[in-house]
């Protein structure tokens, strides 16, 4: 599985993810080899700690975990399956998202984020989100 399949960032200090990847959650940091007297390319090591205090961490801001349709298992084992956090940002807080995911769009909301919905009826059998669908060539650094 992908990814942005299951996380995806939305705002400078939002993401939106799917509650059952946090059990078998591994995250791992990959820098540059900088070992003296190595001839190692890439340094790569577990990182330890909850999801929220990695991204804390490394972005230097408080962020806000929005789980699909609200952590609700069922809900969101229904809603990921059409891709509910697979959310297509468009710029800091705005995204676009299929339309199915009433819930998860609902609590984006609830968030402050600007949800733009897009009819899925035939596009979500193909099993990809509107993330997936897109392909940015050009993108400004937005710092």
């Not at 790569?44 to 230097?60: N, T």
């Not at 809900?75 to 800091?92: K, M, V």
């Not at 897009?118 to 509107?130: C, D, F, V």
Request: glycine letters at 8%.
């Amino acid at each position: 599985m992908h990814l942005d399949t299951v996380f995806t960032q939305i705002d400078y200090d939002k993401f939106t993810y799917h509650p059952g990847i946090m059990d078998t959650l591994q995250v791992f940091e990959i820098t540059e080899g900088d070992i003296p007297d190595s001839d190692e390319d890439l340094n790569v090591r577990e990182i330890k700690g909850s999801l929220e205090e990695i991204l804390e961490h490394y972005l230097d801001r408080k962020i806000t975990l929005i789980p699909c349709a609200g952590g609700e298992k069922t809900s969101a084992e229904r809603e990921q399956w059409n891709d509910g956090t697979n959310t297509l940002c468009i710029a800091p807080g705005v995204v676009v998202v299929y339309n199915r995911n009433n819930i998860t769009n609902n609590i984006l909301r609830e968030h402050g984020i600007k949800v733009i919905e897009m009819s899925s009826a035939e596009l979500s059998r193909g099993r990809g989100g509107p993330r997936c669908m897109s392909m940015p060539l050009i993108r400004e650094d937005l710092r």
